[in-house]
């Protein structure tokens, strides 16, 4: 009778393990046999292992959304390629959604530039000032001097004259530190928001993204409402030569190094990409000789549905609880000020479903925001030990089991990974697309980059770079880090356009 039992047991057990094994093939289960358990404890042990599969199964779901095929990347870098044509062709352009702004920087710089200049960087997480000394010849460099001032978010969503105020309050504050109140400068705006612009100084905001939304802004001039809040301050003058988006002045800060960098990427709060174009193919500026950088504004990218199939619930959760629903649809997958969003989703649903913090959603979790993207660069980090990743769970206020880390670690690691393809599909179309210009078989072009996810996430920017030498072999593209591309590159700008204005008036 007990040979029997026990018998019984062991195949029990043998099938049992085979099962576990084959349906949670990544989990290394061991069993503990209990003494006294018989018949009822092999049975709370099969209990327990089929729940156990069953909640890996329900968890690899739902991560399985995020996972996308080679086919999905081709098709999204065709895709990609396609809205960068219908953005340059005067016909198609009004209703694009990549919007492939014209910047009137028609030249990099070739080290002759010097003097001294004033930049400015709003759009980015700081509001910055900056004094760009640049010096030619055989002793070219760059100083700079910068002062970071906070802008409260009652401003970024208040009126457009509060914020244009606070910026010249802002200048004349570093001004005066700077003791050069009575100087006229050059000034170069970087100003890292969609414009329309009819010349260098000129910028009609598109729209507002990334978070602001200060109202009686967009369709107008935004040098036209600094030079009115400077004169309704009626402290000091400057003197504004050029309207930059950081993309252009972190392509320009690399090409002062490097004559190949022809393209300029964000990776940090927002998503964007611009590139030097042949002006025979953008077709909604007169001319057609040389180039001009385009501001791609890559970031509205599916905004007419073409991504949607490849975009999950989450992905729309995110887009229907920020300030801009159903736009910037590319940026809101693929940048730093919603890749943590995108996770706080995913994990308030795998809570609904029991499958983390034990079901329960705390306040912490539910609130908008609190996940943010430099925890995914931290629970992702190789060097980081399990514990340590509960450890931030528990800083964040959820209070995580040894499980629930590994589960966090995996969605994060499923949202940063799509992000970081996704980008990389997307530059694979614009690389392939100046090859195509060149007419040539293979091309060799350097990236100029910035932005915090691309420097400081472990794993984005090697995964980024694997896309685009996967999806575009014929380009053997460098990718060169920006030194603070809005700063300097603002100034090299307004430099350019200087030497570039002293040659039309001579
Ligand atoms: P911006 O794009 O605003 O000019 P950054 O390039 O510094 O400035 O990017 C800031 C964004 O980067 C933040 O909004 C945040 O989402 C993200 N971020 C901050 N720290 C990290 C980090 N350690 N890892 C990844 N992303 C980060
Ligand atoms: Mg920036």
Same mark, same amino acid.
């Given at each position: 009778?007990?040979?029997?039992?026990?018998?019984?047991?062991?195949?029990?057990?043998?099938?049992?393990?085979?099962?576990?094994?084959?349906?949670?093939?990544?989990?290394?289960?061991?069993?503990?046999?209990?003494?006294?358990?018989?018949?009822?404890?092999?049975?709370?042990?099969?209990?327990?292992?089929?729940?156990?599969?069953?909640?890996?199964?329900?968890?690899?779901?739902?991560?399985?959304?995020?996972?996308?095929?080679?086919?999905?990347?081709?098709?999204?870098?065709?895709?990609?390629?396609?809205?960068?044509?219908?953005?340059?062709?005067?016909?198609?352009?009004?209703?694009?959604?990549?919007?492939?702004?014209?910047?009137?920087?028609? =030249? /990099?710089?070739? %080290?002759?530039? !010097? #003097?001294?200049?004033?930049?400015?960087?709003? @759009?980015?997480?700081?509001?910055?000032? &900056?004094?760009?000394?640049?010096?030619?010849?055989?002793?070219?460099?760059?100083?700079?001097?910068?002062?970071?001032?906070?802008?409260?978010?009652?401003?970024?969503?208040?009126?457009?004259?509060?914020?244009?105020?606070?910026?010249?309050?802002?200048?004349?504050?570093?001004?005066?530190?700077?003791?050069?109140?009575?100087?006229?400068?050059?000034?170069?705006?970087?100003?890292?928001?969609?414009?329309?612009?009819?010349?260098?100084?000129? =910028? /009609?905001?598109? %729209?507002?993204? !990334? #978070?602001?939304?200060?109202?009686?802004?967009? @369709?107008?001039?935004?040098?036209?409402? &600094?030079?009115?809040?400077?004169?309704?301050?009626?402290?000091?003058?400057?003197?504004?030569?050029?309207?930059?988006?950081?993309?252009?002045?972190?392509?320009?800060?690399?090409?002062?190094?490097?004559?190949?960098?022809?393209?300029?990427?964000?990776?940090?709060?927002?998503?964007?990409?611009?590139?030097?174009?042949?002006?025979?193919?953008?077709?909604?500026?007169?001319?057609?000789?040389?180039?001009?950088?385009?501001?791609?504004?890559? =970031?509205?990218?599916?905004?007419?549905?073409?991504?949607?199939?490849?975009?999950?619930?989450?992905?729309?959760?995110?887009?229907?609880?920020?300030?801009?629903?159903?736009?910037?649809?590319?940026?809101?997958?693929?940048?730093?000020?919603?890749?943590?969003?995108?996770?706080?989703?995913?994990?308030?649903?795998?809570?609904?479903?029991?499958?983390?913090?034990?079901?329960?959603?705390?306040?912490?979790?539910?609130?908008?925001?609190?996940?943010?993207?430099?925890?995914?660069?931290?629970?992702?980090?190789?060097?980081?030990?399990?514990?340590?990743?509960?450890?931030?769970?528990?800083?964040?206020?959820?209070?995580?089991?040894?499980?629930?880390?590994?589960?966090?670690?995996?969605?994060?690691?499923?949202?940063?990974?799509?992000?970081?393809?996704?980008?990389?599909?997307?530059?694979?179309?614009?690389?392939?697309?100046?090859?195509?210009?060149?007419?040539?078989?293979?091309?060799?072009?350097?990236?100029?980059?910035?932005?915090?996810?691309?420097?400081?996430?472990?794993?984005?920017?090697?995964?980024?770079?694997?896309?685009?030498?996967?999806?575009?072999?014929?380009?053997?593209?460098?990718?060169?880090?920006?030194?603070?591309?809005?700063?300097?590159?603002?100034?090299?700008?307004?430099?350019?356009?200087?030497?570039?204005?002293?040659?039309?008036?001579?």
């Amino acid at each position: 009778m007990e040979l029997c039992i026990k018998h019984t047991l062991s195949k029990y057990a043998k099938r049992l393990h085979k099962v576990v094994r084959r349906l949670v093939p990544n989990c290394d289960v061991r069993f503990l046999l209990s003494e006294s358990g018989s018949g009822k404890g092999a049975a709370m042990v099969t209990a327990v292992a089929y729940r156990l599969a069953s909640q890996r199964k329900q968890i690899d779901e739902i991560l399985a959304s995020f996972k996308l095929s080679k086919e999905n990347l081709r098709e999204v870098k065709t895709k990609m390629r396609a809205e960068l044509e219908y953005g340059l062709k005067k016909e198609t352009q009004p209703n694009a959604t990549v919007k492939m702004l014209p910047t009137y920087v028609c =030249g /990099t710089p070739d %080290g002759t530039e !010097k #003097g001294k200049f004033l930049s400015l960087d709003l @759009g980015g997480t700081n509001f910055r000032v &900056l004094l760009v000394k640049i010096r030619s010849g055989r002793r070219k460099s760059v100083r700079m001097y910068n002062k970071i001032f906070a802008i409260p978010l009652e401003i970024m969503q208040g009126t457009g004259e509060e914020l244009f105020d606070h910026i010249v309050q802002c200048i004349a504050d570093f001004l005066e530190y700077m003791g050069i109140k009575g100087a006229r400068l050059p000034l170069g705006f970087t100003f890292s928001f969609p414009c329309r612009q009819a010349s260098i100084d000129k =910028g /009609t905001l598109v %729209g507002w993204t !990334k #978070g602001f939304k200060a109202t009686d802004c967009e @369709g107008e001039d935004v040098v036209d409402m &600094l030079r009115e809040a400077i004169k309704r301050r009626n402290e000091f003058d400057l003197d504004i030569v050029a309207v930059v988006n950081d993309t252009v002045g972190t392509m320009m800060t690399c090409g002062y190094e490097d004559p190949n960098c022809e393209i300029g990427l964000i990776a940090g709060t927002g998503s964007n990409v611009c590139y030097m174009e042949d002006m025979k193919n953008i077709e909604v500026v007169e001319g057609n000789e040389g180039k001009m950088c385009i501001n791609t504004e890559w =970031g509205g990218f599916g905004d007419n549905g073409c991504i949607d199939n490849i975009r999950t619930k989450y992905d729309k959760e995110v887009d229907e609880g920020s300030l801009n629903p159903g736009k910037q649809r590319y940026e809101k997958m693929t940048s730093g000020m919603y890749l943590g969003e995108i996770v706080r989703q995913i994990l308030i649903d795998l809570t609904k479903h029991g499958l983390l913090f034990r079901g329960q959603i705390s306040e912490t979790l539910r609130t908008r925001g609190i996940f943010e993207t430099k925890f995914l660069s931290q629970i992702e980090s190789d060097r980081l030990a399990l514990l340590q990743v509960r450890r931030i769970l528990q800083q964040l206020g959820l209070d995580s089991t040894c499980d629930d880390s590994i589960i966090v670690k995996e969605v994060c690691g499923a949202v940063s990974r799509r992000a970081a393809q996704l980008c990389g599909a997307g530059l694979a179309a614009v690389v392939e697309k100046k090859r195509e210009n060149r007419g040539v078989e293979h091309l060799k072009i350097t990236v100029g980059v910035d932005g915090t996810l691309y420097k400081l996430h472990p794993h984005f920017s090697r995964i980024l770079r694997e896309m685009v030498k996967e999806l575009a072999p014929q380009c053997d593209v460098t990718f060169m880090l920006s030194e603070d591309g809005s700063g300097k590159g603002a100034a090299l700008i307004t430099a350019v356009a200087k030497r570039l204005h002293s040659i039309g008036e001579n």
